[in-house]
T-cell receptor
Framework: EAGVTQFPSHSVIEKGQTVTLRCDPI?????LYWYRRVMGKEIKFLLH????????ESGMPNNRFLAERTGGTYSTLKVQPAELEDSGVYFC???????????FGPGTRLLVL | AQSVTQPDIHITVSEGASLELRCNYS??????LFWYVQSPGQGLQLLLK??????LVQGIKGFEAEFKRSQSSFNLRKPSVHWSDAAEYFC?????????????FGDGTTLTVKP
C-alpha cells in the first residue's frame, strides 16, 4: 500500500511569488490534514478535510493560504503571495473515517527568500 | 485547549544505554496520545499510540510508553538504544470527534546516539 506522498519535496521561491504544494493521501482515506513546522518549532495544525469538505480550518494563518481538495482525493495548498515567515516544512497526513491515528507524508520543505 | 510539553530539546545517550523521553500533556478529557519519530529526510512515523486500556503501550522498534493520568505524562522508553534510533521524536495529543482527530504536537526532542 502506497503511503502519503507530497510534492515537491523541496521548494525555494522568492518573497511575493506563489507556490502550490500537493498531497496525495492513502487511497480510501477520507480525512486529510495539513500541518506545518516553522523554524524548528512545534508542528502546528493548519486544516482538516473530510473528503472534499473543509471540516476545520482554524489553523490557517491568514488569507494568503488556500487549500483545496477537489473530488476528495488529492489536496493542494497554495501560498500567494509567499512571505519570509512562511518558510518551514509542510506536512500532510491522512486517516480513515472515524480514525484518530494519522499517516504522515515526508513533508515539503519550503524556503522563501 | 490541549497542549503538549516535551521538556528536553536535546538528549544524548550512548549506544546500548536505556532511553526515556518525557512528555506532559494538558487535555480536558481522556486524551489520545501518540509518539512519532522523524529521521532526517523522512516523514513522521508513528511509533505507538494510546487510546484506552492498558497504560503500558508497546510500539514498533522496541519502544514503549506509559500513560500516567495522575502525572499527565506519556513518557517514551527503550531499554537499549541503537545508533539508528538517532532522530527527532514528537509527542502528540489528539482529540476525537466523529470525523475529527487533529493532533497537537510538542516541540520535539532530538536524540543523539554516541558510539
Amino acid at each position: 500500500e502506497a503511503g502519503v506522498t507530497q510534492f515537491p519535496s523541496h521548494s525555494v521561491i522568492e518573497k511575493g511569488q506563489t507556490v502550490t504544494l500537493r498531497c496525495d493521501p492513502i487511497s480510501g482515506h477520507d480525512n486529510l490534514y495539513w500541518y506545518r513546522r516553522v523554524m524548528g518549532k512545534e508542528i502546528k495544525f493548519l486544516l482538516h478535510f473530510v473528503k472534499e469538505s473543509k471540516q476545520d480550518e482554524s489553523g490557517m494563518p491568514n488569507n494568503r493560504f488556500l487549500a483545496e481538495r477537489t473530488g476528495g482525493t488529492y489536496s493542494t495548498l497554495k501560498v500567494q503571495p509567499a512571505e519570509l515567515e512562511d518558510s518551514g516544512v509542510y506536512f500532510c497526513a491522512s486517516s480513515q473515517r472515524d480514525s484518530v491515528g494519522q499517516y504522515f507524508g515526508p513533508g515539503t520543505r519550503l524556503l522563501v527568500l | 485547549a490541549q497542549s503538549v510539553t516535551q521538556p528536553d530539546i536535546h538528549i544524548t545517550v550512548s549506544e546500548g544505554a536505556s532511553l526515556e523521553l518525557r512528555c506532559n500533556y494538558s487535555y480536558g478529557a481522556t486524551p489520545y496520545l501518540f509518539w512519532y519519530v522523524q529521521s532526517p529526510g523522512q516523514g513522521l512515523q508513528l511509533l505507538l499510540k494510546y487510546f484506552s486500556g492498558d497504560t503500558l503501550v508497546q510500539g514498533i522498534k522496541g519502544f514503549e510508553a506509559e500513560f500516567k493520568r495522575s502525572q499527565s505524562s506519556f513518557n517514551l522508553r527503550k531499554p537499549s538504544v541503537h545508533w539508528s534510533d538517532a532522530a527527532e521524536y514528537f509527542c502528540a495529543v489528539g482529540s476525537y470527534n466523529t470525523n475529527a482527530g487533529k493532533s497537537t504536537f510538542g516541540d520535539g526532542t532530538t536524540l543523539t546516539v554516541k558510539p
